[in-house]
């Protein structure tokens, strides 16, 4: 009888949460249903924002290969190697020996956080201008053989260039070519 007793009592409790519950999911909201990011300019399920992502790296072409090339060493062959959240370009030929170019381009970036950036990892950072405006140009410890420069975007943002040629080849100064990179993007994103 107590078996009897407590199986009622249990399947009373169920039923009394289980309409809690489902009068709780009875409830209408007023609007309009939309895709995961779609917006109210949503038409038969498709949403007008761009799908196609076609824009998306579109950063990693703001410097044609050929002028990264110029920019890095004497006919030195440019071959995209990564395009992500950075873009990369292996380096090879030429008098400038072989290597790699990284461009990154942060859109909530600043020069405060590349700086302080720099100091956690022990890189060495000095000012310097670049068409008129402070930029940071970093060097690893007792690395001649790479450097990078950022300067502050034309519109939002920092841009930056990191050459980095092979250890113990006959290459060009890397912080005269990542200056020579930041130099065209900022001439061509304005």
């Known amino acids: ?18 309409t809690a519950t489902l009068a709780g999911c009875g409830k209408t909201v007023p609007g309009t249903a939309l895709p995961a990011g779609g917006t109210p300019g949503t ?11 076609d824009k998306l790296l579109r950063e990693c ?5 050929d002028d990264i090339g110029k920019s890095v060493g004497d006919n030195m062959y440019v071959e995209p190697s990564f395009n992500g959240a950075v873009c990369m370009w292996n380096l090879t030929g030429g ?20 700086k302080q950036n720099n100091d956690r990892l022990k890189y060495v950072s000095n000012d310097i201008t670049v068409q008129g405006r402070r930029s940071l140009e970093t060097h690893r410890p ?19 260039w990191w050459v980095n040629y092979r250890n113990g080849s006959q290459h060009a100064d890397p912080c005269d070519a990542a200056r020579k990179l930041v130099e065209l993007t900022l001439n061509l994103a304005r």
């Open 95 to 114: 008098s400038a020996g072989s290597g790699m170019v990284t461009l990154n381009w942060y859109e909530l970036g600043s020069l405060a956080n590349e």
């Open 43 to 53: 038409t038969g399920g498709t949403s007008k924002i761009n799908t196609n992502f």
């Open 61 to 65: 072409t703001v410097v044609a290969q």
């Open 1 to 18: 009888m107590r078996q009897t007793v407590n199986k009622r009592t249990a399947l009373a409790v169920a039923t009394i949460a289980l």
């Open 142 to 160: 007792n690395d001649s053989d790479s450097c990078g420069v950022s300067a502050p975007a034309a519109d939002t943002g920092i841009v930056g």
